[in-house]
């Protein structure tokens, strides 16, 4: 069993709906929990980030964590054609070592105009 | 501000060829890392530097690959030799200093092995 899972997709959506994504993890030692965004042939980019249980908000994007379901989501209001990539769930255990990541697979997200 | 740089952007080689990846981190940070996505997988962290330091290697696969960080700024991966499961794309990332920080991540190398 993986780690953390992830629906790879592809998930399609109209401009302006709400995205929802979602990963699931099996390792209860997660504490921080991150979302990032891959454009084609780019490296990620973190988006979001969250530390333990609880929801945070920039903009059109929340990320949500619930710990004891070991599930975290991120949510897209108003998604628009330039949200258009692969959105990354990203996990780590340690303060110390915050840069060794857990990785979902992906989710492939393509908005239409 | 420059991002962080990685060289070559696409690499193809024949099996048992040996193949060197070279990374730029963001001038100042002391971090490095190396992730590696094979086909169809996810990103999976190989190894930490800090400084020049190997802070952690436990994903390394094997003893073919052996990275460097030279005088605590660019780091160099090498495959020696090169398998056909090497082939992937190959992100290195950097941060400033300790605790949570933003990871940097370069562009990649996408290798291929035939």
């Known amino acids: 069993q993986k780690e953390v899972e992830q629906d790879p997709g592809p998930l399609s959506v109209p401009e302006g709906a709400i995205v929802s994504l979602n990963c699931t993890y099996s390792n209860s030692a997660f504490q921080y929990f991150m979302w990032y965004r891959q454009y084609s042939r780019k490296g990620p980019e973190l988006l979001m980030y969250?530390?333990?249980?609880g929801n945070k908000e920039d903009g059109r994007f929340t990320a949500q964590v619930d710990k004891s379901s070991k599930y975290i989501s991120l949510f897209i209001r108003d998604s628009q054609p330039s949200d258009s990539a692969t959105y990354l769930c990203?996990?780590?255990?340690?303060?110390?070592?915050?840069?060794?990541?857990?990785f979902g697979q992906g989710t492939t997200l393509q908005v239409k105009p | 501000e420059a991002g962080v740089t990685q060289f070559p952007s696409h690499s193809v080689i024949e099996k048992g060829q040996t193949v060197t990846l070279r990374c730029d981190p963001i001038?100042?940070?002391?971090?490095l890392y190396w992730y590696r996505r094979v086909m169809g997988k996810e990103i999976k962290f190989l190894l930490h530097?800090?400084?020049?330091?190997?802070?952690?290697e436990s994903g390394m696969p094997n003893n073919r690959f052996l990275a460097e960080r030279t005088g605590g700024t660019y780091s160099t991966l090498k495959v020696q030799p090169a398998e056909l499961e090497d082939s992937g794309v190959y992100f290195c990332?950097?941060?400033?200093?300790?605790?949570?920080?933003?990871?940097?991540f370069g562009s990649g190398t996408q290798l291929s092995v035939l």
């Open positions: 969250t530390y333990s249980s």
């Open positions: 990203a996990m780590s255990e340690s303060s110390s070592n915050t840069g060794k990541l857990i």
């Open positions: 001038s100042g940070h002391d971090n």
């Open positions: 990332a950097s941060s400033p200093g300790q605790g949570y920080e933003k990871l940097f």
């Open positions: 530097f800090v400084k020049e330091s190997k802070q952690d």
